[in-house]
């Protein structure tokens, strides 16, 4: 038995470092890097580890309570698993997997467009709805079956990521040739054999490139010509006039990923959003942006009274989801937590990685005085956290 086995995991980190033995290096590096020199992605967590609780007593603290609502729809905590492209790489059916534990957990899932196992592949594994987040791309009656597709299997929430116009660089992957599948080069087989149990899975499933994408569009049949096919799509054009076409054929919930601006929050607002995401994409876009939780209060203060505001990029905890919520922020979504967990275990891995956030929320808003999560607000946090990060 592995020492970091199931009892042993008592944190994030230990996912990450057992996610590293486990997930061949190309899927593993994917995850765990930002753009260029990495500043964001290393400000994003940084900046959330220099907030501070405030100590409180004698307050009754016997009985605590995460409950909450994300766009309407009841949580056990506010927290919901982030789109990523790929997940069914650090894990076979990881998609489903991850759906699966968050369905458990009782916590939104959102597909990326990205992803290994299909929509269809998604609603035929989980019962409750999940959340699609949608690149653009120029081909506009693809998009338009992306659509009526994430409808068909009664998404509840379409989430359209606006900070990918282009990819941002993240030196790793070019140095290992990213793909799905890998490319049979030397070096791949070599990273790949010495991980045993991930090729036994992956050869247990049919599910080994992106299924929303492979076979719906014609002349995408393989990935080679699908990263052509990526590199030619994504819309670099984009404006606010497509944002405005989505919110037309789309008559869900519509949540816009990727403000850091209030300006932009405001549009994000007038375009019909009914919430928006706080995020840098994990410090994986524009390296030298300022960190998310920077930009959080800003934003709540621009759009906070008309849009349901979210926060991502940089939680490692529960302590960060909490000052997030101080901050302002409804709810949060987390992306590399879950991934190390899946890539360290599957659908337990995740599971667990949701234990350990929710635990570590638990016993801070005990040590915070804080009965109900409904209640956070900046009181729970230090003056010099809050002057830090002034609206
Ligand atoms: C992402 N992210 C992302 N976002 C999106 O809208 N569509 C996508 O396909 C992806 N793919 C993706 C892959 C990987 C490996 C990562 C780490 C991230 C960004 C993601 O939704 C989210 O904004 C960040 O992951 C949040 O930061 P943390 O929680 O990873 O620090």
């Excluded at 919110?247 to 007038?270: F, N, S, T, Y």
């Amino acid at each position: 038995m592995n020492r970091l086995h199931h009892g042993n995991i008592t944190c994030i980190e230990d996912l990450r470092k057992l996610a590293k033995k486990r997930v061949p290096k190309m899927f593993y590096d994917y995850v765990d890097s930002g753009a260029w020199t990495e500043t964001t992605y290393r400000a994003n967590s940084d900046d959330l580890a220099n907030i501070r609780f405030k100590q409180r007593i004698g307050r009754n603290v016997e009985t605590r309570t995460q409950r909450s609502s994300l766009l309407g729809e009841e949580v056990t905590m506010p927290v919901g698993l982030a789109p990523t492209g790929l997940a069914g790489m650090q894990y076979p059916d990881g998609e489903i997997l991850a759906a699966r534990a968050a369905e458990r957990f009782g916590i939104p899932f959102t597909l990326s467009t990205m992803s290994v196992c299909s929509i269809e592949d998604v609603a035929e594994h989980t019962s409750r709805p999940f959340w699609f987040q949608l690149y653009l791309m120029k081909d506009r009656s693809f998009m338009e079956q992306l659509i009526s597709r994430a409808r068909q299997a009664k998404c509840s929430a379409l989430m359209l990521t606006l900070d990918l116009p282009v990819q941002g660089q993240r030196h790793k992957d070019i140095k290992n040739g990213l793909s799905a599948p890998p490319k049979p080069t030397i070096q791949n087989i070599a990273s790949i054999a010495i991980r045993p149990r991930w090729c036994l899975n992956m050869l247990r499933t049919k599910r080994h490139s992106f299924r929303n994408i492979v076979g719906h569009v014609a002349g995408v049949s393989d990935t080679t010509s699908m990263a052509r096919w990526v590199d030619e799509q994504f819309d670099q054009r984009m404006s606010w006039d497509d944002i405005k076409w989505i919110r037309q054929i789309w008559d869900g919930k519509l949540v816009l990923k990727g403000i850091m601006d209030p300006d932009d929050a405001q549009m994000a607002v007038e375009y019909g959003a009914d919430a928006l995401v706080v995020s840098n994409h994990g410090g994986r876009q524009l390296d030298g942006a300022i960190s998310s939780i920077a930009a959080l209060p800003r934003v709540v203060r621009a759009v906070g009274k008309q849009a349901e505001i979210l926060f991502d990029s940089g939680i490692q905890s529960g302590q960060d989801v909490l000052k997030a919520l101080a901050l302002g922020a409804k709810g949060t979504l987390i992306g590399r937590p879950f991934l190390y967990g899946l890539g360290a275990m599957g659908e337990a891995g995740v599971a667990r990685c949701l234990e350990i956030i929710h635990k570590e929320m638990d016993l801070t808003m005990a040590l915070c005085g804080l009965n109900d999560i409904q209640n956070i607000d900046r009181d729970i946090l230090e003056s010099q956290g809050r002057s830090m990060f002034a609206s």
